[in-house]
Structures are given as structure tokens and as C-alpha cells.
């Protein structure tokens, strides 16, 4: 998504919060606006092109996962990226968004990413986690234009095969630097000094010592 002039739809009912959610897009550039309920939120998409939805899963009149749903089904706007915010925790609240037979084909593609020399996550592949993953690098803008300066992502759930556990890590700005000794996971001889600044070098490397940490305190090792 472009970020100059880039129109976002912010759809939550907690005025406190829309306007602190408001206030921060339009402070880095972006142009926004409220819609305070679900039959609000489509009325307005009828009317109005936007890049990016924030919607908020507890909204009056029809509920944001209808709403994500009824965006889903139109033609005119399918394609829209959303973002859900919700505090729910219950299980009998969480519903899958994104059907069982595609999650079952995507899911052993980002464990190929994390897992073969192919892949660009090999990093993040901690032993006994199954890691699977998707990196993402981007040129941030300036003054109307895309500049040198980076935001890496990395993007991961482990276990792959049956997914318990979803982080994401972002560098804003993140530099190379040629001192480090990257330490591989499969054997290799380590790697000093790197002159990429992409995702698999910067953010994949985080995500792997978080997970090293963290992973035996949430007892998901396999």
C-alpha cells in the first residue's frame, strides 16, 4: 500500500479509540475515517475508495466478522486489505477466517520458506518448533517517493502442521552490519559481515532468537 495520500477506514464503535487509532495514521501521513458501526463501515464503502480497513470485531448493528465477511463477498472490494482488532480470548469466540483446505496448503509452503536452503527464513528454523514463516521487504517513502531506508518483516507460526502460536517481527530501519557472525542453523560455517538489508538477514534472525527463548517456556517444542 502506498502510504502518501493512502485512505484508511477505521471502524470502531469506542470513540476513545477511534480517535486514538485516527490520530497516529494521520500523524505519519496517512488519511482516515470512522465508521462507528457495521452497516455504517458498508454503507460507506460503497461510496468511498479506500487502501485498508481497521476493523474491530465487537461493532453495533452487523459485527465486524460479518462485515470482513460481506467485503469478502462483494466484487467491488474483495481484494481490500482488513485488519481485525478484537480483545476476545474464549474459545467458543475464535472463528476461522480462512477455510481449512487453504490453510492446509499454505502452511507446508511457510515451512519450506523456514526449512530448506531454497528458503529465504532458514534463520528462524529452531530445532523442534517447525517453524513456518513469509518475509517481507519494503522501501518506506519520503516526500512522495520510495527511499533507501528499509521496514523488514518476518511473519511466522509454529507448529506448521498444526499452528498454536503466531509472531510477527518489524525493524524500521534496520542496518547491515558487517562485524556480525551469523551462526547457521544447519551446519553451515558461520557468515561474518553482510551487506543485504532484507528480511531474511535481519528480521528472520530475530524471530529465530525469540523463538529459542520463548519457545520452552510455551512448551510447544515437537
Not at 498454536?164 to 558487517?178: G, H, R, Y
Amino acid at each position: 500500500m502506498a502510504h502518501e495520500n493512502a485512505r484508511i477506514l477505521v471502524v470502531e464503535d469506542e470513540d476513545n479509540l477511534a480517535m486514538l487509532i485516527e490520530y497516529n495514521l494521520n500523524k505519519i501521513g496517512y488519511v482516515s475515517e470512522i465508521a462507528d458501526d457495521g452497516e455504517k463501515a458498508l454503507d460507506i464503502l460503497k461510496e468511498k475508495n479506500f487502501d485498508l480497513v481497521v476493523l474491530d470485531w465487537m461493532i453495533p448493528k452487523i459485527s465486524g466478522i460479518e462485515v470482513c465477511r460481506r467485503i469478502r463477498g462483494n466484487s467491488d472490494f474483495n481484494k481490500l486489505p482488513i485488519i481485525m482488532l478484537t480483545a476476545l480470548g474464549d474459545e467458543n469466540d475464535k472463528i476461522r477466517l480462512i477455510n481449512q483446505d487453504v490453510s492446509n496448503l499454505i502452511n507446508p509452503i511457510l515451512r519450506k520458506i523456514v526449512s530448506t536452503k531454497e528458503g529465504t527464513a532458514g534463520f528462524a528454523n529452531v530445532a523442534g518448533f517447525e517453524v513456518g514463516g513469509k518475509t517481507g521487504t519494503a522501501d518506506q517513502p519520503a516526500d512522495g517517493e520510495y527511499s533507501k531506508k528499509k521496514i523488514n518483516t518476518f511473519a511466522s507460526v509454529f507448529p506448521a502442521s498444526d499452528p498454536k502460536f503466531a509472531l510477527v517481527v518489524m525493524l524500521d530501519e534496520p542496518k547491515p552490519n558487517k562485524e556480525f557472525v551469523y551462526n547457521y542453523r544447519d551446519g553451515r560455517q558461520p557468515y561474518k559481515g553482510n551487506w543485504r538489508n532484507t528480511a531474511g538477514w535481519t528480521t528472520v534472525w530475530v524471530t529465530g532468537q525469540i523463538i529459542d527463548k520463548i519457545g520452552p517456556i510455551l512448551a510447544t517444542k515437537y
